[in-house]
């Protein structure tokens, strides 16, 4: 195995891949020390093409591959997906392949575990042990051995065999819709904006008075675009903590930001601290319209964790007999809010997720259904019946 270093034979290789029904595909990248994750090798399977494209290659042209990508005869194969089509996204000018496939979700549809690793879900459903040698390999060191090329060819030619044997067993199941709401999040390019205006959700929100929620959201804003600019973690720009003694500040000046204690000494007077400072002059120009609007979340009701804790226990019971990962069906927050709220705005009580969970659930709050031992197991008896 040789890897594709040029348009030539990329043109080539993306020609027979159009051919297949369904290509498995998936990447090597290095993300710890910058912002944008550095595409390193792109692996793809379908039918008897097998391919590995270097990316770092010079002159080498990705235009065909994008649109094999964009090409919705194929179905895209991948393995928790997520970070590789966030990457696709702001390579390929918001490119998100279509239609797709996460054998993660797929598997947790299937019951094989909440988030069951690649290796696992191999030797599970192929019985093939993964060779994890190369795995810490530095991919974007050139020449790879031999051994680095198969370990990462590897990775798509299970996964095309994985494919077909999982898609079966969905549709035996009757479980084809499931997945499709699934991946519907998946492929909406609102998971891969990344608007510095919105970066302060990532962070919690320790006060809710408008002045404080401005200056973190400036902050925040500032550091992200920071970030993607210098093409740095965000962590080595700021540290969470710095922002929030940030936002309690709220400098315009060297003077104010001078001596905080998580903010790199001399950083008052650099370029950086003069691009933060105009941040936080627009936000602080009038800290009520800038501000994010955050409800304070009501306090939940007295005595609710009785409640909670008996919709885990039928959460649990629910996914057992369904075959099928507890958590794609609800988490705790999840369960918190539905405790607390029969009309609550969650997951659990949409599509399919409400008639095999949410609305039994309702049922069980109401007295309609009990829980109870029988045999050494939880069993739900429903009492209207």
Avoid: N
Wanted: glycine share 6%; hydrophobic share 40%; proline share 6%.
């Amino acid at each position: 195995m040789t890897m594709i270093t040029t348009t030539r034979e990329l043109t080539s290789a993306c020609d027979a891949l159009l051919q297949c029904d369904y290509i498995a595909v998936d990447t090597e990248f290095m993300r710890e020390t910058v912002y944008w994750p550095a595409l390193c090798l792109i692996q793809a399977a379908g039918g008897e093409t097998e391919i590995i494209i270097d990316p770092l290659a010079d002159g080498l042209d990705l235009e065909p591959f994008w649109e094999v990508m964009a090409d919705d005869r194929v179905m895209k194969v991948f393995h928790a997906a997520r970070q590789d089509l966030e990457i696709f996204y702001h390579l390929g000018e918001d490119l998100i392949p279509t239609p797709l496939f996460d054998t993660q979700v797929g598997a947790m549809a299937l019951g094989l575990g909440d988030s069951i690793a690649y290796d696992g879900l191999v030797k599970a459903l192929l019985k093939r042990s993964i060779d994890k040698g190369p795995r810490f390999t530095d991919w974007s060191r050139r020449p790879l051995s031999q051994k680095q090329l198969d370990y990462a060819l590897a990775d798509v030619t299970h996964l095309r065999d994985l494919y077909p044997i999982m898609r079966e067993k969905l549709e035996r199941k009757d479980r084809g819709a499931w997945l499709s709401e699934e991946m519907s999040i998946l492929t909406r390019a609102e998971t891969y904006r990344l608007d510095p205006d919105d970066a302060w959700k990532r962070l919690k929100l320790r006060k809710t008075h408008a002045k404080w929620l401005a200056g973190l959201k400036a902050a925040a804003a500032w550091r992200e675009t920071e970030a993607q600019t210098r093409d740095m973690p965000r962590q080595r720009v700021m540290k969470d903590d710095a922002l929030y003694e940030i936002a309690t500040v709220a400098p315009v000046s060297a003077d104010q930001i001078a001596g905080l204690r998580g903010v790199p000494k001399g950083f008052e007077r650099s370029r950086p601290a003069d691009r933060l400072y105009d941040f936080m002059k627009s936000a602080m120009a009038d800290p009520e319209a800038y501000a994010p609007k955050v409800e304070k979340p009501a306090p939940p009701p007295q005595g609710i964790g009785p409640t909670v804790e008996l919709l885990k226990v039928y959460l649990k019971l629910v996914a057992e007999e369904a075959g099928v990962a507890s958590r794609l069906i609800a988490t705790v927050p999840d369960l918190e809010k539905l405790a607390a709220d029969d009309d609550a705005k969650i997951q659990a009580m949409t599509g399919w997720r409400r008639e095999v969970f949410g609305e039994p659930a309702l049922r069980l709050k109401r007295g309609e259904i009990s829980l109870a031992l029988q045999d050494g197991k939880v069993v739900a008896k429903d009492l209207k019946a």
